[in-house]
T-cell receptor, first 113, second 109 residues
Framework: EAGVVQSPRYKIIEKKQPVAFWCNPI?????LYWYLQNLGQGPELLIR????????DSQLPKDRFSAERLKGVDSTLKIQPAELGDSAVYLC???????????FGPGTRLTVL | KNEVEQSPQNLTAQEGEFITINCSYS?????LHWLQQHPGGGIVSLFM???GKKKHGRLIATINIQEKHSSLHITASHPRDSAVYIC???????????FGTGTSLTVIP
């Protein structure tokens, strides 16, 4: 069975440009998470979805970040405009339900120049 | 103060050594996760446990809910075990996951 798929794996953009990340969770997983991970640090939750509903987006910088999971399956995370400090790895994870074991995607490494 | 504290932050061991990584947390939880992240790679879930002990191959994870402490042990360590090991806890109230900053393990042949 395929794991969590993310694309692109790497993205380099200039500051002030928009960028979008895509995540396809494991089939049947209702819960989807987006995390941000800075070098040498643990992941930080940005947003959690239960099906198509964003149940926790308290850590998402809403002035520039947005996310959607329209049909309760795939999800996209967007940054517009990107800033230098947004350079990080963006991880997507999914689980059957909240507090079930999470499975992580390979991440998208974003570099903002 | 971090809700999840891990120690040590960095660990270097000789191949074959027994390794212990510790995790302490300050919030009420229903389960705790141990994750593994290889350099440049994605994160792999190793264990999810809510009580007692779990074993998978050379890896053993224990948790003491009363003491709010968990340990990850690696027996007969191998260079391929070199990775960052992260402890994570979902919080009972609210909708947060808290992660430790990770323990960077290097096993030398």
């Amino acid at each position: 069975e395929a794991g969590v798929v993310q694309s692109p794996r790497y993205k380099i953009i200039e500051k002030k440009q928009p960028v979008a990340f895509w995540c396809n969770p494991i089939s049947g997983h209702n819960t989807l998470y987006w995390y941000l991970q800075n070098l040498g640090q643990g992941p930080e939750l940005l947003i959690r979805y239960e099906n198509e509903e964003a149940v926790d987006d308290s850590q998402l910088p809403k002035d520039r970040f947005s996310a959607e999971r329209l049909k309760g399956v795939d999800s996209t995370l967007k940054i517009q405009p990107a800033e230098l400090g947004d350079s990080a790895v963006y991880l997507c994870a999914s689980s059957l339900g909240y507090r079930d074991e999470q499975f992580f995607g390979p991440g998208t490494r974003l570099t903002v120049l | 103060k971090n809700e999840v504290e891990q120690s040590p932050q960095n660990l270097t061991a000789q191949e074959g050594e027994f390794i212990t990584i510790n995790c302490s947390y300050s919030v009420g939880i229903s389960a705790l996760h141990w994750l593994q992240q290889h350099p440049g790679g994605g994160i792999v879930s190793l264990f999810m446990l809510s009580s007692g002990k779990k074993k998978h191959g050379r890896l053993i994870a224990t948790i003491n809910i009363q003491e709010k402490h968990s340990s990850l042990h690696i027996t007969a360590s191998h260079p391929r075990d070199s990775a960052v090991y992260i402890c994570a806890v979902p919080v009972n109230t609210g909708n947060q996951f808290y992660f430790g900053t990770g323990t960077s393990l290097t096993v030398i042949p």
